[in-house]
C-alpha cells in the first residue's frame, strides 16, 4: 500500500477503534463482549501458535525436556527400589527354605535316636565369650536348659553347652582344641577320644593300637555318664586318615566332621536323653554303590577267509 493520505486516515481510524475495544474489554471484565471472538480466536489459531512456538523456543523445549527426564528418573527409581525389595523378598524366602530343611533334617535325626531337643538359632560366634570355637543361641535357662547339654544338627554333632543364661547360652563347638568326645567305630564297636583341632579334622586316639580302622570309616558319640555332657549315637564324622599303629597301645586317626561349624544357623539342644541307646540308626544312609555295567567284546572275522577256507575243504574231500 501506497504512503497516501487516505492510508494514514484508514491507521488512525484502525488504532481509535483497537483503543475503543480494549477499553470496553476492561472495563466489562468477564462479560465482555468481546470475550466470544477472543475464543474464537484462540481455538482458530492456538494450535498454530503453540507449533510455533516449539519450533522456535529452544530454551522452553529444553525446560520442558529436563523437567519430563525428572519425571522419568522419579520413575525408574521407584522401579529399582521395588525391584530391590523383590529381590530382597526373593533372597529371604531362599533362606526361609534353607532354615525349613534344616529343621526338617534335625528333627529325623531326633526322631531317629530319640531325643528329646530343644530348637535353636544361632545369634553370634567368635571368642567373645571366652573360647576360640563357640557360638551364642537364643536359647537358655527359660527354655530349660542347662550346662553341659549335648548340641547337634541335622548334619551331625555340634558341641555342648558350657554357659546358661536366661534367654541365651554358650555352645563349645566339636572342633575347638578345648573341646574332647567320647566316640564310637561303626559296626566294630571300637572305641576312642576325639579332640577339635579348628579347621582341621579332628584328632582321634583309638584306645585299641590294633584295632583295624580305613578311610570312610564312621564314628558316632560313645555317650556320658547320666548322659551329661553327651548322648550316645549323635553322628560325628568320617575317617579321613590312619596313622599307622607302630606297635603302640593306641592308634590315632583322623576324622572330617558331618557338621560345618562355619555356617551353623539352627541347631537342637537335647533337653531329653534318649531311653536307649539309638546305636548307628542316626548315621546317615550310605550311597549305593553303581552297579558294574557289562562288556561286550566282539571278535571280528574275515568272511572271505572264511568262504575260501570251506571251499579248501570241500576240494580235500
Request: aromatic residues 4%.
Amino acid at each position: 500500500m501506497r504512503d497516501t493520505r487516505e492510508s494514514r486516515l484508514l491507521l488512525v481510524l484502525l488504532i481509535a477503534i483497537a483503543f475503543a475495544l480494549i477499553t470496553v474489554d476492561i472495563r466489562g471484565g468477564e462479560d465482555s463482549p468481546v470475550d466470544g471472538a477472543r475464543q474464537a480466536a484462540a481455538t482458530v489459531f492456538g494450535p498454530v501458535e503453540d507449533g510455533v512456538s516449539s519450533a522456535v523456543d529452544p530454551i522452553g523445549n529444553a525446560i520442558g525436556a529436563v523437567r519430563d527426564s525428572g519425571d522419568r528418573h522419579d520413575r525408574i527409581a521407584e522401579l529399582e527400589r521395588q525391584n530391590a525389595t523383590l529381590k530382597a523378598k526373593l533372597g529371604s524366602d531362599d533362606r526361609n527354605r534353607s532354615r525349613v530343611r534344616q529343621l526338617d533334617s534335625m528333627l529325623k535325626n531326633a526322631g531317629a535316636g530319640q531325643y528329646g531337643i530343644k530348637g535353636a538359632e544361632v545369634i553370634g560366634i567368635g571368642a567373645a565369650q571366652g573360647f576360640s570355637w563357640t557360638v551364642t543361641i537364643d536359647a537358655g535357662a527359660n527354655d530349660g536348659l542347662k550346662r553341659d547339654m549335648t548340641v547337634l544338627n541335622g548334619d551331625g554333632l555340634v558341641g555342648r553347652v558350657t554357659t546358661v543364661g536366661p534367654s541365651t547360652a554358650t555352645v563349645l563347638l566339636a572342633n575347638d582344641p578345648d573341646f574332647t568326645v567320647g566316640t564310637r567305630m561303626e559296626k566294630t564297636d571300637e572305641l576312642g577320644f576325639a579332640t577339635g583341632q579348628g579347621d582341621r579334622p579332628l584328632s582321634v586316639q583309638m584306645l585299641n593300637g590294633k584295632a583295624k580302622v580305613k578311610k570312610g570309616d564312621r564314628l558316632v558319640t560313645f555317650g556320658s555318664q547320666a548322659d551329661k555332657p553327651f548322648v550316645p549315637g549323635v553322628p560325628v564324622g568320617e575317617v579321613v586318615r590312619v596313622d599307622p599303629s607302630g606297635g603302640d597301645l593306641t592308634r590315632n586317626i583322623y576324622i572330617k566332621p558331618y557338621v560345618g561349624f562355619t555356617k551353623l544357623d539352627i541347631v537342637g539342644v537335647v533337653v531329653e536323653a534318649p531311653r536307649e541307646d539309638p546305636r548307628d540308626t542316626v548315621l546317615p544312609k550310605k550311597p549305593a554303590k553303581p552297579k558294574p555295567t557289562p562288556t561286550v567284546t566282539v571278535t571280528a572275522t574275515p568272511s572271505g577267509q572264511a568262504q575260501a577256507d570251506g571251499a579248501d575243504n570241500g576240494n580235500e574231500q
